[in-house]
Structure formats: C-alpha cells, structure tokens
C-alpha cells in the first residue's frame, strides 16, 4: 500500500504528523499557526498524503503540507483594494516578497484571461483571480503574514467577496 492509500483510511491528524515529521522551530511555528487557525474556527482536514485543507464556509482558505523535516503554507487570496490596503503600510521586505510572487492567469478557470490592475504599486495585465501564496518553512515573520492574508481571505468569504472560479480542465482549455 502507499502512504496515500493508507493515510486515506485513517486520515491522520495534522498535530500527528507534525509530531512525526518536524522538529525545533519549524515545529513550534506550525503548531502555532494550526492552533491560531483553530481560533478562527478553521480545522484543518486531511485532504492527501500529508496535505491540509483548511476552509472557511465551505471555501479554501490554506493548505498545509507537511514534508520530513520541513513544511509549507499556500494561502488562498484574491488580489483587489482589500489586498493592497490591507498590505500598503508593510515593510519594503514583505511587499518586495508578495510582489515576487504575483500570480498571473493562465488559463486554469472561466476568470480568463486574468485581471488587469495595479498590485501593491505593480501594474499587472492578466494577474490571476484566485492567487495561491506559497511559503516554505516559513518562519514567525513570513507566518505572521500568512496570518493576514488567512484573516483578508476571510473575511472576503464573510462578506460574500471571494469569487467563485470554475475550474476547466486542462483538455478542454483554449
């Protein structure tokens, strides 16, 4: 059997492989972010081999995979004024790294072909509607900001601001 197959069955919790995989500091980060987004009454729910879904109403917020001996953090955000408010007054440090990781459409949803608009002083033709920001082992400041960006996309959900994309699959894609 594989560890996919397995971990189907018995759908282990992420406070067990966090126990089994990470040690010292990446440890004490993730169980830190996990009990946080329990506060904000997101549970995480295995979804594959060491992976997370964490949502909110019924809408994607993060996902967590866990590695041995290290972790990752994809967030679920959407880029508007909401998103460069929320980041405006940030330190150079931390716009320079959402600005490295712009997404842009390609095709992947019926959003297509993209928004054009300006991200954090960035003009963007074509930025995705449904951006994923992804953090390797991140550490307590990089985890802070995932904090506010899974409280913005949260909120968006709350009131009803998180677009639904359709997903097309990749054969049917133009």
Known sequence: MSDYQIQK??????????????????????????????????????GSTNSYNLSYKG??????????????VWVNTQYNEAFNSCFANESLEIKTFLRDRITYCYGCGSCKPGLDMEILGVACKGACFNPVIRM????????????????????????????KITYIAMNKRK
């Open 136 to 163: 390797e082992n991140p550490d307590e400041e990089r985890l802070e900001l995932a904090r506010k960006l899974v409280m913005l996309r949260r909120q968006a959900i709350a009131e009803g601001n998180a677009p």
């Open 59 to 72: 809408r994607r917020v993060c996902i967590i995979k866990i590695e041995e001996r290290s972790y990752q």
């Open 9 to 46: 069955k018995i759908k282990p919790s992420i406070d067990n492989q966090i126990e089994l995989y990470l040690v010292g500091k990446d440890k004490e980060n993730l169980i830190s972010f996990v009990s946080f987004l329990r506060q904000n009454k997101m549970s995480p729910q295995w």
